[in-house]
């Protein structure tokens, strides 16, 4: 049996539509014959058969398949599919609407004893063997299954590089001035702010002024944007990492921000957050700022547009007349979903930001 | 300087890389280079491990000085404010 694979149609597509089968389910084929149509966003796409043999059609019309992903089989002989349609009828996935499972990935999952459940974990329509050895591959080297929390963190990025196609923009944003009014902020205010406050809270002031950044944008390209403001933070203190979500902070002073952030810290640190905390989220930040750390490009988390990143507090010397000054500076990254925005829309954003967090007054707002 | 402000100095210095006689009477975020938003988290994390006590929400916003948060501990450990 060799498996018909949708191929790898483009680099702009992660995955393309079964548009028709050109052969029935049963039909003799020679290799190289036509035998489906597929489409992308491009293009239309002629599925040659792999080998000459059996066609056995499993994908469905009007269906979306990611590359790499098996829609149907050729056999020798009508034994092989027989065997192969009567594996597949003992899978009670399949059975029950769920992925469709190879015949070769159903008798690996026979040999390993795998759950239905487990098998489902692998999230695909179809699965394939070697989709089952990867979900092996742990226990059968005697390594521990990722805990909950992670495998959660594993299908958001999963999901987010399959659907995703991002683009990224990096701004250099001079905060010598914000630091030094962060210091005097703080004792007036009597108040832990910190630059990674100031930055969140900045950011909510834009929603208005570039909404494709604030929003979910849904599989059929309809966005839906928000004024509210909803950012999500990204918080580690090596407890697993969550993003918690600042309500409305276009309507919060950066005191009210800051202290919600600060409650955010210790739950991230109690490890006490309700999933009311982490849901909601227009726009979400990546803070990195380990000493250090330049930048870490993130991804998007689906459904919004964008995620921003921060790295730590970098310093330079540059040239201010003729007298050397030191500067203190940040990088801040753009990570945006190429389908709602253009560079030219990221450039702008990002400007945007940097204005604010290089003109300290916007603290007394 | 109170056995608590010391065990507290003796913390940040650990925390924040610097030698404990290097820190003010009146330090505080930002004039200490490593005690930013990050650090100030580490920081909250050591001071519960030595002294055995546990911050509050409200706590972690308002430990902004040296003396802050000596009163503060002192508070928790049961002394004089």
Not at chain 1, 156 to 169: E, K, M, N, Q, Y
Not at chain 1, 177 to 188: D, F, P, Q, V
């Amino acid at each position: 049996m060799i498996e018909i694979i949708v191929p790898t149609i483009n680099t702009n597509d992660v995955d393309a539509v079964l548009r028709q089968w050109v052969k029935k389910a049963g039909d003799r084929v020679a290799a190289g014959e036509l035998i489906a149509v597929l489409e992308t966003t491009k293009a239309s796409y002629e599925l040659e058969s792999p080998a000459a043999g059996i066609l056995e059609a499993l994908g469905e019309e009007g269906q979306s398949y990611a590359f790499g992903a098996a829609i149907g089989a050729i056999h020798s002989d009508e034994a092989s599919l027989l065997a192969a349609r009567a594996a597949r009828q003992a899978a009670p996935a399949a059975a029950s609407g769920g992925p469709v499972i190879t015949a070769a990935a159903q008798r690996l999952i026979d040999k390993l004893g795998l759950t239905p459940q487990q098998v489902a974990a692998i999230r695909k329509r179809v699965i394939k063997e070697s989709d089952v050895q990867a979900l092996a591959e742990p226990s059968a080297g005697g390594g521990a299954q990722l805990s909950a929390q992670q495998q959660t963190i594993a299908r958001t990025v999963g999901r987010s590089h399959a659907t995703i196609p991002d683009a990224f923009l990096l701004q250099k944003i001079d905060v010598t001035a914000a630091l030094t009014s962060l210091i005097a902020y703080r004792e007036r205010h009597k108040a832990m702010v910190g630059l990674p406050d100031l930055l969140v809270w900045s950011v909510a002031q834009l929603t208005g002024s570039f909404p494709m950044f604030f929003g979910q944008l849904d599989d059929s390209l309809a966005m839906r944007t928000s004024t509210a403001g909803n950012i999500g933070v990204t918080m580690d203190v090596g407890r697993g990492l969550y993003v918690p979500v600042l309500r409305e902070a276009s309507s919060l002073t950066l005191l009210q921000a800051s202290a919600q952030l600060s409650s955010f810290r210790m739950k991230a640190l109690r490890n006490t957050f309700e999933a009311a905390d982490l849901a909601g989220g227009d726009l979400s930040i990546s803070l990195n700022t380990d000493e250090g750390t330049v930048l870490v490009k993130p991804i998007i988390l689906p459904p919004q547009t964008c995620m921003l990143s921060v790295g730590a507090v970098l310093k330079e010397l540059v040239l201010a007349g003729t007298t050397l000054i030191e500067r203190s500076y940040v990088l801040l990254g753009v990570t945006y979903d190429h389908r709602a925005i253009n560079g030219f829309q990221a450039g702008a954003f990002a400007r945007a930001i940097k204005s604010l967090l290089e003109a300290p007054e916007v603290l007394e707002r | 300087m109170s056995d608590v402000t010391e065990r507290i100095r003796s913390e940040m210095a650990a925390v924040f890389g610097v030698a404990a006689a290097d820190i003010p009477a009146d330090a505080a975020p930002g004039r200490i280079e490593k005690w930013n938003s990050l650090g100030h988290m580490q920081l909250i994390v050591a001071l519960e491990e030595a002294f055995k006590i546990r911050f509050g929400d409200d706590d972690l916003i308002r430990l902004v000085s040296l003396p802050e948060i000596t009163a503060t501990v002192t508070r928790k450990l049961g002394g004089q404010p």
